[in-house]
């Protein structure tokens, strides 16, 4: 299915995307691993459950500092995605092929990839055990376990999207679904929902509205379409500045934003999306589309959920600025699985990396971590085919922005840094244990402008 073609009026930023695009592809495949399958051993230094963005960076960061046949990664899947551009494949504006590569040629060079699943934590006996019936024993354990996709808790779902005019940006066997929804668009209701729990990338939800908003405008369909965004929040974003960007844009567009509604049903074959009202539960209101696109349910992996690492909701438990494990110092947690009260970001596990490296670094030496997460994330709020917002905020919901000019504007160059930079970022510096977020770049603004 041939993606959309995104028109940029500079021939500059053409000639700046093309580099990059170059680029990764020169650098995609100098790193290969070539470990073994199972697990060579039972005990390591390190111990990485998980093989997405936070274990592949937090691995190859604990390569240099122990030695890589110390460090082992357990981790089932064959492929490693770069989920952030699946808002881009969605609509069209790249190619699915663009976002995932062998897990074996992203796990750090001689760190040993076991591939199984986790179903069992022991901290109290430094040890896990995998479907495979593997006992894995580790002096230090880092959780990186990302977050679960619940379709199965939405009625109808997921065999609802064996049905056309539905898709998903947040799997890899229904985002390009959304693209041939889109494509299939010819009038009524195209609607996008938020649901009741936590989320990763709390943005993509709307993201991907904004884009097919103006690809309606592109194709002639905007005056038949009616857009919809039904969201359980009760605001469109969670920091002042950036809301009331979006706000503006909402209006212009002529958008429909409902809050507090929930996705509870799916009935694909009528072509009707069933909603409650969170603040009359019980209360439920039936709507027809033409499009649907939707967020489901996340929550923590079941394996965690009955855990002695979790808190009372299932997130493994660790101090907010440390990353540390509240019972057991000799675990730490990274990314979506833990109960950090920052947005669920691959921006955020950026930065998380940096601090659980410096922490991990002192407790290997019996001495108390110092450094502290702040509890920096990104979005990057694309609102169409070459405009971007660019989120950056801390626990506080306050702006934690890195570039010398207001973010809360749409802007070329961010959406540039989004769909070229950023990837190229990801799969050449984070996944290598080099990129710990744009902190350093914040300095050098600031310095240079005081």
């Given amino acids: 299915m041939a993606p959309l073609v995104t028109v940029v009026s500079s021939p500059r930023a053409r000639l700046f995307a093309c580099f990059l695009r170059l680029g990764a592809q020169q650098t995609g495949s100098l790193q290969l691993h070539v470990g073994a399958n199972c697990a060579a051993k039972n005990h390591y230094e390190v111990l990485v459950l998980g093989g997405g963005s936070g274990g592949i960076t937090m691995a190859a960061r604990m390569k240099r500092k122990v030695g890589a046949?110390?460090?082992?990664?357990?981790e089932p899947s064959e492929r490693?995605?770069?989920?952030?551009?699946?808002?881009?494949v969605g609509a069209g504006a790249k190619q699915l092929s663009s976002s995932g590569r062998p897990t074996a040629n992203v796990i750090p060079s001689g760190v040993e990839w076991i591939k199984a699943r986790v179903v069992e934590l022991n901290p109290d006996k430094n040890c896990v055990h995998t479907d495979n019936g593997e006992e894995i024993f580790y002096k230090y354990l880092i959780i990186a376990l990302g977050i679960q996709l619940d379709y199965e808790k939405i009625k109808g779902l997921p065999e609802g999207f064996a049905h056309p005019k539905i898709g998903s940006n947040?799997?890899?066997?229904?985002?390009e679904k959304t693209w041939k929804a889109l494509q299939d668009f010819t009038e009524g209701n195209a609607i996008f929902t938020f649901p009741n729990t936590p989320v990763k990338c709390a943005g993509a939800p709307q993201k991907i509205m904004y884009?097919?908003?103006?690809?309606?405008?592109k194709t002639g369909k905007r005056p038949k379409a009616n857009i919809i965004f039904n969201t359980s929040l009760g605001a469109i974003f969670g920091v002042k500045k950036y809301a009331d960007a979006l706000q503006e844009?909402?209006?212009e567009r002529n958008l429909t934003v409902n809050y507090k509604q929930n996705l509870i049903e799916v009935r694909a074959d009528k072509q009707e999306a069933v909603f409650e009202n969170l603040d009359k539960p019980g209360e439920t209101q039936v709507l027809s589309y033409e499009m649907l696109h939707v967020t489901p349910p996340m929550s923590s992996p079941d394996v965690l959920k009955a855990s002695p690492v979790a808190d009372a909701a299932g997130w493994v438990d660790v101090d907010k600025e440390t990353l540390q494990h509240k019972k057991y110092p000799n675990v730490f947690g990274i990314g979506d699985c833990t109960n950090l009260p920052t947005s669920k970001t691959a921006a955020a596990v950026a930065a998380q990396s940096g601090i659980l490296d410096r922490t991990i670094s002192l407790i290997m030496k019996n001495q108390t971590p110092i450094k502290k997460y702040d509890g920096y994330t990104s979005c990057p709020l694309v609102t169409g085919y070459s405009r971007v917002i660019l989120a950056e905020f801390d626990y506080k919901a306050e702006p934690l922005e890195t570039f010398p000019f207001d973010q809360s504007k749409e802007r070329l160059s961010m959406y540039l840094m989004k769909a070229d930079l950023m990837p190229f970022l990801y799969w050449n510096a984070m996944l290598r244990g080099y990129w710990g977020g744009p902190a350093f770049l914040r300095k050098l603004f600031h310095l240079g402008m005081s």
Wanted: proline share 3%.
């Fill in 69 to 74: 046949e110390n460090v082992a990664i357990v």
């Fill in 80 to 88: 490693h995605f770069y989920q952030p551009i699946w808002t881009l």
């Fill in 170 to 175: 947040y799997s890899v066997k229904t985002v």
């Fill in 211 to 217: 884009l097919s908003e103006a690809y309606f405008r």
């Fill in 249 to 251: 844009i909402i209006q």
